[in-house]
Protein backbone atom coordinates (compact mmCIF):
# COMPACT_ATOMS: atom_id res chain seq x y z
CA UNK A 1 0.00 0.00 0.00
CA UNK A 2 1.05 3.95 -0.78
CA UNK A 3 1.52 5.58 2.32
CA UNK A 4 1.75 9.05 1.81
CA UNK A 5 1.28 11.37 4.65
CA UNK A 6 0.16 15.19 4.01
CA UNK A 7 0.85 17.79 6.81
CA UNK A 8 -2.57 17.66 7.75
CA UNK A 9 -2.33 13.89 9.39
CA UNK A 10 0.59 15.19 11.78
CA UNK A 11 -0.41 16.78 14.86
CA UNK A 12 2.19 18.56 16.96
CA UNK A 13 1.21 19.83 20.61
CA UNK A 14 2.97 21.09 23.76
CA UNK A 15 1.44 20.30 26.82
CA UNK A 16 2.85 22.76 29.56
CA UNK A 17 3.50 22.10 33.23
CA UNK A 18 0.83 24.16 34.42
CA UNK A 19 -2.20 21.97 32.33
CA UNK A 20 -2.16 24.28 29.25
CA UNK A 21 -1.66 22.98 25.91
CA UNK A 22 -0.64 25.09 22.74
CA UNK A 23 -0.78 23.60 18.84
CA UNK A 24 2.63 23.68 17.13
CA UNK A 25 2.01 26.61 14.01
CA UNK A 26 0.27 28.63 15.95
CA UNK A 27 1.44 32.81 16.36
CA UNK A 28 3.25 33.20 18.74
CA UNK A 29 5.61 30.28 19.24
CA UNK A 30 5.02 28.91 22.58
CA UNK A 31 7.56 28.98 25.47
CA UNK A 32 9.21 25.77 26.20
CA UNK A 33 10.04 25.32 29.91
CA UNK A 34 11.79 22.16 31.59
CA UNK A 35 9.00 19.62 32.00
CA UNK A 36 7.09 20.56 28.87
CA UNK A 37 6.09 17.54 26.73
CA UNK A 38 5.67 17.40 22.83
CA UNK A 39 3.01 15.02 21.77
CA UNK A 40 2.78 13.92 17.93
CA UNK A 41 0.29 12.24 16.97
CA UNK A 42 -0.38 10.79 13.02
CA UNK A 43 -3.68 9.82 11.84
CA UNK A 44 -3.95 7.87 8.39
CA UNK A 45 -6.52 6.24 6.65
CA UNK A 46 -4.86 2.60 4.83
CA UNK A 47 -6.79 1.50 1.70
CA UNK A 48 -6.56 -2.42 2.36
CA UNK A 49 -8.93 -2.86 -0.48
CA UNK A 50 -7.50 -6.17 -2.62
CA UNK A 51 -9.02 -8.24 -5.90
CA UNK A 52 -10.01 -10.79 -3.77
CA UNK A 53 -10.36 -10.06 -0.18
CA UNK A 54 -11.94 -6.59 0.00
CA UNK A 55 -11.08 -5.48 3.21
CA UNK A 56 -12.09 -2.06 3.26
CA UNK A 57 -10.28 1.14 4.78
CA UNK A 58 -8.30 0.94 8.28
CA UNK A 59 -7.85 4.38 10.27
CA UNK A 60 -4.49 4.46 12.19
CA UNK A 61 -3.53 6.33 15.17
CA UNK A 62 -0.20 6.60 16.90
CA UNK A 63 0.56 9.21 19.66
CA UNK A 64 4.02 10.03 21.41
CA UNK A 65 4.61 11.90 24.07
CA UNK A 66 8.28 13.09 25.28
CA UNK A 67 9.04 15.58 28.16
CA UNK A 68 11.64 18.17 27.13
CA UNK A 69 14.32 19.34 29.70
CA UNK A 70 16.56 22.17 28.02
CA UNK A 71 18.71 21.50 31.24
CA UNK A 72 19.52 19.96 34.30
CA UNK A 73 20.79 21.67 37.19
CA UNK A 74 22.33 19.72 39.73
Do not use: F, K, N, Q
Not at 6 to 13: A, K, L, Q, R, W
Not at 19 to 35: H, L, M, V
Not at 45 to 73: F, K, N, Q
Request: hydrophobic letters at 30%; aromatic letters at 4%.
Amino acid sequence: PDLSLTDGDIEVTYEHTDGSTTTCGTSPAPEIRDGDRIVVTVSYTLDLDMPLVPLGALDLDATDERSIYTGISP
